[in-house]
C-alpha cells in the first residue's frame, strides 16, 4: 500500500489561517454590531482582503455570509430580505472585479469594484423593494442600498489597501 503524504507549508497553513480568521469575521461580526457604519467597511475590508491573497472560490464563501447573519441577527431590516441574493452578488462582483484587476492597478480596481458594487446594489433595490415593500418602506430600503454601500466599500477598500501595503503576507 503506498502512502501518500502532503506536506504542509507554511504558506498553506497561512493561506488556511487567512481564510479562517476572514471568514469568523464575516460570520460572527454582523450578528454582534449592529451599525452598518461598522460592518460595512469591516465586512468590505475582509472581502477586498479575501479577494487579494485567496482563491476566487475561497473568496466567494467569504463573500456569502455576511447578508445572511445580518438579516438573521436584525442588522439588515426584514423587509430587505429578497435583497439578501442581491447582496451576495454585489459581494461577488466586488470580489471578481478587485481580483481580476488589482495586479495591475490596486486603488482603480478597488474604486471600480466598489462602484460597481453600489450601481446593482442601489438599481436591484430600487427595483425588488418597490415591488414587494410599500413606499415608505422602499424608501428608506433604497436609501439603505444606496451611498452607505458605496462609502462603506470604499472605506473597506482602502483599509484593505492599507493592510496590503503594510504587511508580508504571501500571495
Same mark, same amino acid.
Given at each position: ?6 506536506? !504542509? ?10 481564510? !479562517? ?25 475582509? !472581502? ?26 436584525? !442588522? ?96
Amino acid at each position: 500500500m503506498k502512502t501518500i503524504s502532503k506536506t !504542509l507549508t507554511k504558506q498553506k497553513v497561512g493561506k488556511g489561517a487567512l481564510f !479562517l480568521t476572514l471568514f469568523s469575521i464575516a460570520a460572527i461580526l454582523p450578528a454582534v454590531i449592529h451599525q452598518q457604519a461598522i460592518t460595512g467597511p469591516i465586512i468590505n475590508t475582509t !472581502l477586498f482582503l479575501a479577494a487579494y491573497y485567496l482563491s476566487f472560490e475561497l473568496a466567494l464563501m467569504i463573500a456569502l455570509f455576511p447578508s445572511i447573519i445580518a438579516l438573521s441577527a436584525g !442588522l439588515l431590516p426584514v423587509a430587505l430580505a429578497p435583497m439578501v441574493p442581491f447582496i451576495m452578488i454585489s459581494n461577488i462582483l466586488l470580489i471578481w472585479i478587485f481580483k481580476k484587476f488589482s495586479k495591475t492597478q490596486k486603488i482603480g480596481s478597488m474604486i471600480g469594484a466598489s462602484a460597481l458594487k453600489f450601481i446593482f446594489l442601489y438599481l436591484t433595490s430600487f427595483i425588488v423593494t418597490n415591488l414587494i415593500v410599500k413606499a415608505e418602506i422602499a424608501k428608506k430600503a433604497s436609501l439603505m442600498m444606496s451611498w452607505p454601500q458605496l462609502l462603506t466599500a470604499i472605506t473597506g477598500g482602502f483599509i484593505a489597501l492599507s493592510i496590503i501595503k503594510f504587511t508580508k503576507f504571501e500571495k
